[in-house]
């Protein structure tokens, strides 16, 4: 059974940073597809950031361009979300997700399983 367990999140003012956790139970972290999603109220849950193996070139939504950063510790089977210049309009609860595949842009419906979620709010 593929586990993640999220961190970080928490509130800050516009133009704050925060930095988002996820440690994955599964082998070989970078031979799958790892993504951040968010879902703030009344929204569908969208695609973030995510990382396709073997590709150097992660996907960002244009809404989070030039200010969040995807990365992985594959030693320590873990995904991070670095989000700076943070706007209220970030404001979301986070969730990371894994799947073998999925196309460019993501999909929320190729995701197998998913992180607890974790709350970020900005507020201006």
């Known amino acids: 059974q593929v586990q993640l367990v999220q961190s970080g999140g928490g509130s800050v003012h516009t133009g704050g940073s925060l930095r988002l956790s996820c440690v994955v139970s599964?082998?070989?972290?970078?031979?799958?597809?790892m993504a951040w999603f968010r879902q703030a109220p009344g929204k569908e849950r969208e695609g973030v950031a995510v990382?396709?193996?073997?590709?150097?070139?992660?996907y960002y939504a244009d809404s989070v361009k030039g200010r969040f950063t995807i990365s992985q510790d594959t030693a320590k089977n873990t995904l991070y979300l670095q989000m700076d210049s943070l706007k209220p309009e970030d404001t979301a609860m986070y969730y990371c997700?894994?799947?073998?595949?999925?196309?460019?842009?993501?999909?929320?419906?190729?995701?197998?399983?998913w992180g607890q979620g974790t709350q970020v709010t900005v507020s201006s």
């Open positions: 997700a894994t799947t073998y595949w999925t196309d460019y842009p993501p999909r929320k419906a190729d995701f197998n399983y």
């Open positions: 599964i082998d070989k972290v970078s031979a799958y597809v």
């Open positions: 990382i396709y193996p073997g590709s150097s070139v992660p």
